[in-house]
């Protein structure tokens, strides 16, 4: 089943890249080298805030030199989907829930593989994904919430079986499962903040609203949010604390409905198909799904919620406008 076109998105790439995520962070540090303000503290970890008079004025750092403390007159979170330091800024988190886990592991890619094997599988019972990378499959088992420690006392052989039921595509290879270190447990949460901001701290990304992996959308929102926030508060610094803060509190504002509606619509999949098809051990598709098989031109709407989103952010920095210019 086609779900999404990206051919006709009216975007200079209309199309999705994969790539792994130490290469598109390896990018990204080359790119923000040519900001002369860039600086970048490596084997890092934030394990506090400093506080000064009601405001939070730094983060106290853990380096392999010794503690540090780091001054900022804002400090902008985006520590993920497990944020210690929204924690310890006391803002309230709202669970919203989501019925799966994914097992992740690596399955060897041979040349005889089908180059356009499906990427997504369901069956009665499993979800499965093989993203094909360079030599290997990076696979994801879907499980129900909570049932690893289960599939484990059930021991890998039975782990193997039902891979292999889940995807012909690795059905031959699942022997290079050799033990429960072969797989690795991702879990999906999906939340977000009542308040993305206090004075002198700002969330953003998973740390401010972590995604459901469904759509692969995570990254597209954690980018369009760090744009926002970096077109509200350019010229902010040159003002008080208390403009400071209100241009931090119009990120939330700016991103927050975005973010909303992309949930939303991850919550509706997650509990009236992924849900369904773990516990009910059938696969039952609302057939509204089969209008995109019988009407291709409907495919266009979901890679446009998948690959823009509800609210497109555009870099409006002074170094852009420079580039521009120039
Ligand atoms: C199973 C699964 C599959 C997914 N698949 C996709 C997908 O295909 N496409 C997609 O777009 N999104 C996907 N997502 C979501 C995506 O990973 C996130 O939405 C996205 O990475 C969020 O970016 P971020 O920068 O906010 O946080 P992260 O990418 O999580 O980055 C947070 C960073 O902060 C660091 N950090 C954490 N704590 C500290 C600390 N105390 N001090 C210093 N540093 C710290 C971490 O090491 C990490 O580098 C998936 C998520 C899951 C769970």
């Given at each position: 089943m086609h779900l999404a076109d990206f051919r006709r998105l009216p975007v200079a790439a209309p199309f999705i890249a994969l790539m792994p995520q130490w290469d598109f962070l390896s990018f990204l540090v080359e790119r923000s080298?040519?900001?002369?303000g860039f600086g970048l503290m490596m084997n890092?970890?934030?394990?506090g805030l400093l506080t000064e008079a009601d405001r939070i004025a730094g983060v106290e750092v853990e380096t392999p030199d010794g503690p540090r403390e780091v001054r900022s007159r804002l400090v902008v979170v985006a520590?993920?989907?497990?944020?210690t330091t929204r924690a310890a800024a006391g803002l309230t988190v709202q669970d919203l829930g989501a019925p799966m886990d994914v097992l992740w592991m690596r399955l060897s890619r041979r040349p005889?593989?089908?180059?356009?094997?499906?990427?997504g599988r369901l069956s009665a019972g499993r979800m499965f994904i093989a993203v094909p990378r360079e030599g290997y499959f990076q696979c994801g088992y879907v499980a129900a919430k909570g049932s690893f420690d289960a599939i484990k006392a059930a021991g890998i052989e039975a782990f193997r079986h039902e891979v292999a039921l889940a995807s012909p595509t690795v059905a031959d290879r699942v022997?290079?499962?050799?033990?429960?270190?072969d797989v690795h447990l991702l879990t999906v949460t999906v939340d977000r903040l009542?308040?993305?901001?206090k004075p002198g701290l700002l969330c953003i990304g998973d740390a401010a609203h972590a995604m459901s992996?469904?759509?692969?959308v995570g990254i597209n929102l954690a980018i369009q949010d760090a744009i926002a926030a970096a077109n509200h508060l350019h010229d902010a610094f040159d003002s008080d604390d208390a403009v400071l803060d209100r241009h931090a509190a119009a990120v939330q504002a700016r991103r927050e409905p975005a973010v909303k509606a992309i949930q939303a619509i991850q919550l509706v999949v997650q509990k009236r198909v992924i849900g369904q098809i773990l516990a009910a051990k059938v696969v039952k598709l609302?057939?509204?799904?089969k209008l995109f098989d019988w009407l291709?031109?409907?495919?266009?709407l979901p890679a446009r919620v998948i690959g823009m989103g509800f609210r497109m952010e555009r870099v409006r920095s002074p170094e852009r406008l420079t580039k521009r210019q120039a």
């Open positions: 080298r040519r900001f002369p890092a970890k934030v394990t520590d993920g989907r497990g944020s005889e593989d089908l180059p356009e094997a499906p990427l022997d290079e499962l050799r033990s429960f270190d009542s308040q993305w901001s992996p469904i759509g692969g609302p057939p509204v799904l291709p031109v409907l495919r266009r």
